[in-house]
């Protein structure tokens, strides 16, 4: 009988902003906590989790999630995204095509709301989630993606970028079962219907990316530093002005 088995994945975001990270604080009963507490359904966003100590475009950042579901002519595959944001610099952020950051300059802690061509650093994490039947190397193309959304809110990486982008199918549970003669019946999408899912891919990721600053709340941490969360009114101003509030499918409300 075939025993299952798992194999795990930690990924990181660096929080020494606002966490004492090397002061060894999360304990085996935190741990064994999380573990019991685990439930599946909406995720929180925002300052939760490994989203707590995040900054981005030196906002408060945190965990953001976002989907996208096909209409039924292309399959009604559905792609949801979890992002963990801790990267970007002000000058970057870029909402709905609309240079927010370049206006909003004030309690930006690395570089002070100018553009001295600062080092862009930081961590991104994107995990990407799809109905679709896809095979391994469907599903890197679809991780790639995440780097599209990342640069459609305004950050190309850098050099200290700890970016790691992943993605999964839920599709074929039964591939690891096999016939009498060693046979497994996998199904798997066209790489000519492939086009929408890397779309939705990539706006989902720019959405959560954008989700994980609008639920965040200003926050003080460690050696009493802080970081301010996006200010969702100045926000709007700024939308409007760009003619894109109204159009943008964004939403500032929390």
Not at 18 to 24: A, H, P, R, V
Not at 169 to 189: C, R
């Amino acid at each position: 009988m075939y025993q299952r088995w798992s194999l795990p994945v930690v990924a990181e975001t660096a929080d020494g902003w606002l966490n004492d990270m090397n002061g060894f604080h999360v304990k085996e009963h935190h741990v064994m906590r999380a573990l019991d507490s685990a439930k599946s359904g909406a995720i929180d966003e925002g300052n939760v989790g490994g989203g707590t100590g995040m900054l981005c475009y030196e906002f408060k950042g945190g965990t953001g999630t976002s989907s996208r579901k096909l209409p039924e002519k292309l399959g009604s595959w559905t792609v949801g995204v979890l992002a963990q944001c801790n990267f970007g610099r002000r000058y970057q952020l870029t909402i709905a095509g609309a240079p927010v950051g370049k206006h909003l300059t004030d309690d930006a802690p690395l570089t002070n709301g100018e553009d001295p061509f600062k080092q862009d650093d930081g961590s991104l994490i994107v995990i990407i989630g799809t109905d679709a039947p896809l095979l391994p190397h469907q599903l890197k193309r679809l991780a790639k993606r995440a780097t599209i959304g990342m640069a459609r809110t305004g950050s190309m990486g850098g050099n200290g970028s700890g970016d790691i982008f992943l993605a999964f199918s839920t599709a074929n549970p039964n591939a690891a079962y096999a016939d009498e003669k060693g046979i497994s019946n996998i199904q798997t999408l066209s790489n000519d219907h492939i086009d929408p899912l890397l779309s939705a891919s990539a706006l989902a990721t720019e959405e959560s990316i954008i989700n994980s600053m609008v639920a965040a709340e200003s926050m003080t941490g460690h050696k009493g530093l802080g970081i301010k969360a996006l200010p969702h009114e100045k926000v709007q101003e700024i939308l409007r002005e760009y003619n894109r509030l109204k159009n943008s499918g964004w939403k500032v409300e929390k």
